[in-house]
């Protein structure tokens, strides 16, 4: 037996040895561990790559979420070479080979939001962090949105936005490591200005039901600059709590507050019941100022325009996508959706969609999976054929600018989808704006391991 | 003048909800002494039932037109309901009154459902405290959502009232206000219907003799017990009861709040504080205090106002209770020695 088993073990050596191993373990520089290898957060290194969806799985915009996870798998598996291949198809310039990004197999884990904001980070960090996720991308609120692009600045990683509306994701809250293919108030704003001008004419007074977040006070404050300027007053501007439910009390004094227009900025639960009941309560039929009283919802969904019902029909709002456009890349998207899912994809199912093709594609012109890499090919990216028409990620504050489309609710739908008309597309040129506007500062790109 | 009168208006029906959850919320805990948390529950299962009808009774034949194709490329299909095809008109008439009508179904389901709570689960816990029976009834609120949540998705199913009650009263006109002043006809419909469900449940307590020893069993359970009275089958069917009244607020809710799966923890909060207000155990007390905080939080939310108190609208209820329970500790109409051990 050799001489180091006969040595007594004192309490020193225990401590000594003890604390060698806590420095060899965790408490060293990690620059002396394995993950120092790494030459970014999550660097892959077998023959597959792994990406996170972070939506919402439970909670009000559970359905939402859904979509938008049918819409991941579909790309992760056209991304592979698998099925139809969709927009990849249509998708121009295309670094894409179809044979999962940079020659790895794609994978995905997923993750549920609840629409809550520390739980989407919950979810966010251990996807990053267990999972080794290259790329968290998702989500359906804008809380969601600024918290989790935050979380993923810190940690290194690429953030690719599912639906989130506000002009602050890509404004006062924007990030070098985060970027946006959905479009934001101000554009909702923009594009519906013209026709709001041209079906209701230059003297309005326009009453604002308001959800009480971040998504909401933007939202109210671009449709206010936009009535305004085409010379219609503002009535009132009154805040809602998010899931107030009965809004009754908020619509009645509407009713006698000689407003001819009436508009919801809200979104989701919101949405269907404030505008459920201000039809109720027969604002749609009333004669104000010697004019027929509107309704406006400036963001619409296809999917809360099904659980507004009859409701719905009529009413002017603006989206990013719908699914009966009749360009190539928007055809053969519903085409490959509907054949796998029985259903057409949501305007929250296109973006992430899209989302995930131009992750993957800034990553093959890149020739790395490195954010640095990646936020260099996606700034200034300029694209066709996603279904939006020609489309920039705006270098200054990573927003896509594309042209954005003006429904209204089907008054004669031909099946249970086909809930919106499309008024007008309003070309890109009407709703840009300059990034300083909305202040913020991407600061630098975080490529640094995790 | 026309602003109260609508807002008076909100108030009833707002109230009326609120006191049909907590009227079956004080029979639950008057008669059995359960603080009963998956009452919220109740009333979604009620307002599913209305959906789970119209869906039902909408159940389509499906004939695909291979000359029609989807945007997908699958043949489109054209739907009919059967129930259409085989009454022909009063098919149609059935789905216009989907709501009402669904009320023969909600009774005898919303019943079953709450006999079988009080079986199965509730009434292992009528010795244990009160903390345990909170745990126990919201934790089953919660599985109830869930469940719901899976089978009939989280987006809000909207339901309609029948065409006849569709539009909005002119309601100031009735009154001698101005033409302006109108109101949903289907809310008054709910406000009647709260009336009157209000007024069977106390008629049926005050003048049966089956609510004369319920009645009697509140004040002094064992005492009845002792006189050879099976007042526990009693208490079950009182539960049955207040599972029907939570169930049909539900189902006749649907037309003006579209139904999802958490509609009932919106209301639970509420209408616990309602309870508590109008006095644990007291009916009367739960109908005087749900139409009570229903009209104040609606004033409440007047422009006039919020502009004096802002955000006033979202505390007045919690405000009020807080005033009204230092000035009477046990509520509007509460007995002495309920809940005071």
Not at chain 1, 66 to 85: F, S
């Amino acid at each position: 037996m050799s001489d180091i088993f006969k040595k007594p073990v004192s309490r020193r050596t225990v401590a000594k040895g003890g604390l060698a191993s806590i420095l060899a373990a965790g408490a060293m520089p990690t620059i002396f561990t394995g993950a120092s290898h790494a030459a970014y957060c999550n660097e892959p290194t077998g023959g597959d790559v792994t990406l996170g969806f972070n939506v919402p799985q439970t909670g009000a915009y559970a359905d939402e979420g859904a979509d938008e996870l049918r819409a991941y798998k579909l790309a992760v598996k056209h991304l592979n070479g698998e099925g139809d291949g969709d927009m990849l198809n249509t998708f121009k310039p295309s670094a894409l080979k179809g044979n999962g990004i940079l020659g790895k197999k794609v994978k995905y884990v997923t993750g549920d939001t609840q629409t809550k904001s520390d739980a989407a980070r919950a979810s966010a960090k251990r996807m990053i962090e267990k999972d080794k996720a290259l790329v968290i991308t998702g989500g359906s609120s804008s809380g969601v949105a600024i918290a989790v692009q935050g979380l993923c600045q810190e940690a290194g990683v690429i953030f690719m936005a599912g639906l989130t509306h506000s002009n602050d994701t890509t404004g006062k809250d924007k990030r070098r490591n985060g970027f946006r293919h959905f479009f934001n108030a101000y554009m909702s704003g923009a594009a519906l200005g013209p026709v709001l001008e041209k079906e209701y004419g230059k003297e309005r007074k326009a009453y604002h039901l308001t959800a009480d977040y971040t998504w909401g006070w933007t939202q109210e404050e671009s449709m206010k600059n936009t009535t305004e300027a085409l010379g219609w007053k503002t009535t009132k501007t009154v805040k809602t709590p998010v899931g107030a439910g009965d809004f009754s009390q908020y619509i009645t004094p509407v009713l006698n507050s000689g407003a001819d227009v009436l508009i919801l900025n809200h979104y989701g639960k919101d949405m269907i019941n404030s505008l459920t009941q201000a039809v109720q309560f027969g604002l749609r039929d009333k004669q104000v100022n010697g004019k027929n009283f509107e309704i406006i919802v400036p963001l619409f969904s296809r999917l809360m325009a099904q659980g507004a019902g009859e409701a719905i029909k009529g009413i002017l709002g603006s989206t990013n996508w719908n699914w009966s456009l009749k360009d190539p890349a928007s055809a053969a998207f519903v085409k490959s959706f509907g054949a796998e899912y029985g259903a057409p994809p949501s305007m929250a199912a296109h973006t992430c969609y899209c989302q995930t093709l131009l992750y993957a594609n800034a990553c093959e012109m890149a020739g790395t999976f490195s954010p640095e890499g990646v936020v260099k090919s996606l700034e200034g990216f300029k694209f066709d054929g996603l279904g939006n028409g020609a489309t920039e990620y705006r270098a200054e504050d990573h927003q896509c600018f594309k042209d954005v489309l003006v429904v209204r609710g089907n008054q004669n739908p031909t099946s249970q989808y086909d809930l919106l008309e499309v008024v007008e597309v309003t070309p890109r040129s009407q709703v840009e704006y300059d990034a300083k506007i909305f202040g913020g500062d991407l600061g630098p790109v975080n490529a640094k391991p995790c | 003048m026309d602003a109260i009168f609508l807002q008076v208006l909100n108030g009833l029906d707002k109230g009326g909800a609120h006191a049909l959850i907590a009227l079956g919320l004080t029979l639950a805990f008057g008669t059995l002494g359960i603080v009963n948390f998956a009452h919220g529950a109740l009333f979604m299962l009620g307002a599913f039932c209305a959906v789970s009808f119209n869906k039902i009774i909408n159940l389509q034949q499906i004939v695909l037109d291979p000359t029609r194709k989807t945007a997908w490329g699958t043949p489109l299909e054209i739907k009919t309901p059967y129930i259409t095809s085989w009454l022909g008109d009063f098919g149609n008439v059935l789905i216009d009154y989907s709501v009402p009508v669904s009320l023969l179904v909600t009774i005898p389901v919303m019943w079953l459902i709450g006999v079988i709570m009080e079986r199965g689960l509730i009434k292992r816990f009528y010795n244990r405290p009160h903390a345990d029976q909170i745990l126990v009834t919201f934790g089953l609120a919660i599985v109830l959502q869930e469940i719901v949540s899976h089978y009939y998705g989280a987006n809000p199913i909207p339901q309609t009232a029948p065409a006849i009650v569709a539009g909005s009263a002119n309601v100031g006109s009735w009154i001698g206000l101005g033409e302006s002043v109108v109101y949903p006809w289907w809310r008054l419909v709910y406000f009647g219907f709260s009336a009157i469900v209000i007024f069977a449940v106390f008629a049926f307590l005050q003048f049966t003799t089956f609510g004369m020893v319920v009645r009697a069993g509140m004040r002094d359970r064992e005492m009845v017990a002792m006189l050879g009275i099976n007042i526990e089958r009693r208490f079950t069917i009182v539960f049955g009861i207040a599972a029907v009244v939570a169930g049909v607020a539900g189902a006749m809710y649907t037309p003006i709040f579209p139904p999802v799966y958490n509609i009932g923890m919106d209301f639970l909060v509420l209408s616990f504080v309602v309870v508590v207000v109008g006095g644990m155990g007291s009916l009367g007390g739960a109908v005087t205090a749900g139409f009570l905080l229903g009209i104040l939080q609606s004033f409440a939310s007047m422009n006039e106002i919020k502009s004096i108190f802002p955000g006033i609208d979202q505390i007045i209820i919690y405000l009020v209770a807080v005033i009204i329970l230092l000035v009477l500790p046990r509520g509007l109409m509460g007995r002495k020695g309920v809940m005071e051990d």
